[in-house]
């Protein structure tokens, strides 16, 4: 076990005299914040506190550099704000323009870095270049746009002027034949994209199924399938927390835990957490679990009654619902008091992990790990859905809660520490 032990500055006092020590080495950590040890050939790192506080640690700009979408009085009827919905994702492209995946328009928008539409491209149908409905967007190196369709549909190429540079068909039958097994089956013909070029797909255990009037969450198995539909296993996780029960009765909760997952990295690797405690699981892209890394002595986020009201009110705008059976069911179980440890992962284009510590309808907060899964720091972002992090900007979505409008927001991200 190896443990870090320095100071980012040592005091000695003295009646009259406070003399101060060297800086600490920018590899070490402050005295007793991570413990690191080896079992098994895998690497253990338990954070027991930040290198640097949030006074001192990375910030992010309160206003954005770039807005695009959002409700504004008065709004054009060609305003491209309203071909903004199911935001699918967001990146910025080595000129500054913001690339956007609609997902309810099925078309790639491309803003300049005042927010003005430049360009398109997409569309939805069958045809070279257009999409059933894409679910995921990828920005690759010389600026190439891919986007990944829904239902095995296939990933289309672009420049970053929108012309499409070739279409990818995957073998739909090459996929069912290498993931499912007879334990297993694909738990819906859907992909997702790691960058290079590779992709996740869920499976179930097939004769698996919840009681009803229970509370359940769905074994669920992430398999990764290369270019010559090899597949590597990741394990078994925890699907989301959800009611099994007929319908009108509501199958979700909130703020339900449940598996979250993330690919990145320089070697890639892929990280998964249940989300129920602080724990990150690091793997290389075969399968083979390289890295565990822990907050400890995390501080619990209550689940709080008027959150709870206020989550129903939501749901019950939309449709009729049953909440009295919901409450039925939830009253055989004991009432869960807590968010999920881990609400979220992404990484960035240094390799660093980000974890969401909170989720809420307009900001978030977010523990930031070195490559080496030491606890940097912690910081708080005007949006809860971070999209995309690359050098000195980050980019965010954003739904108001009150008329579902979405936006995309880019900030300028500081990471030189404030002395």
Same mark, same amino acid.
């Given at each position: 076990?190896?443990?870090?032990?320095?100071?980012?500055? $040592? &005091? #000695?006092?003295?009646?009259? &005299?406070?003399l101060s020590a060297c800086e600490r080495p920018a590899d070490e950590a402050p005295p007793n914040t991570v413990t690191v040890r080896d079992s098994a050939n895998i690497r253990i790192v338990e954070n027991h506190a930040p290198e640097l506080d949030s006074a001192h640690f990375w910030t992010v700009d309160p206003e954005p550099e770039i807005v695009i979408g959002g409700y504004r009085p008065n709004q054009a009827a060609d305003d491209p704000a309203h071909l903004l919905w199911r935001l699918a994702g967001a990146? &910025? $492209?080595?000129?500054?323009r913001v690339a956007v995946l609609s997902s309810g328009e099925s078309m790639v928008l491309v803003f300049d870095t005042t927010g003005a539409l430049s360009g398109s491209f997409g569309g939805k149908g069958q045809g070279p270049g257009e999409f059933s409905y894409p679910l995921h967007l990828q920005v690759l190196p010389a600026d190439t746009i891919a986007v990944w369709d829904y239902l095995l549909g296939g990933i289309s190429y672009f420049d970053p002027s929108g012309n499409l540079l070739r279409d990818r068909t995957l073998d739909v039958s090459a996929l069912f034949a290498a993931a499912q097994t007879p334990e297993q089956r694909l738990s819906e013909p859907a992909t997702v994209p790691l960058p290079d070029g590779t992709? &996740? #797909?869920?499976v179930y255990p097939r004769d698996w199924a919840p009681a009803v009037y229970t509370l359940y969450k769905a074994p669920t198995g992430y398999v990764r399938v290369d270019s010559a539909y090899a597949t590597y296993h990741f394990g078994w996780w925890d699907g989301q927390e959800q009611v099994a029960a007929p319908p009108l009765i509501p199958f979700l909760l909130p703020f339900p835990t449940q598996a979250v997952f993330t690919t990145g990295g320089s070697p890639l690797s892929v990280y998964i957490s249940n989300g129920d405690r602080y724990e990150v699981h690091q793997f290389s892209p075969t399968g083979v679990l390289r890295r565990i890394i822990r907050r400890t002595a995390v501080e619990p986020i209550p689940i709080l009654a008027s959150e709870v009201e206020a989550w129903k009110a939501r749901l019950s705008e939309r449709q009729t619902l049953d909440w009295d059976g919901w409450d039925e069911v939830l009253e055989e179980y004991p009432p869960r008091l807590y968010r999920a440890r881990v609400a979220g992962l992404i990484t960035d284009s240094d390799g660093h992990l980000w974890v969401a510590n909170r989720l809420d309808d307009q900001s978030s907060e977010w523990s930031v790990f070195d490559p080496e899964g030491r606890w940097l720091g912690t910081m708080q972002l005007p949006f809860p859905r971070v999209s995309w992090i690359a050098g000195d900007r980050i980019v965010g979505l954003l739904t108001d809660p009150v008329t579902d409008v979405e936006s995309v927001q880019v900030h300028r991200l500081n990471r030189t520490a404030p002395r």
């Open positions: 076990m190896r443990m870090y032990r320095s100071a980012r500055c $040592l &005091l #000695v006092a003295a009646p009259f &005299l406070a990146a &910025l $492209l080595s000129d500054g992709f &996740l #797909v869920d």
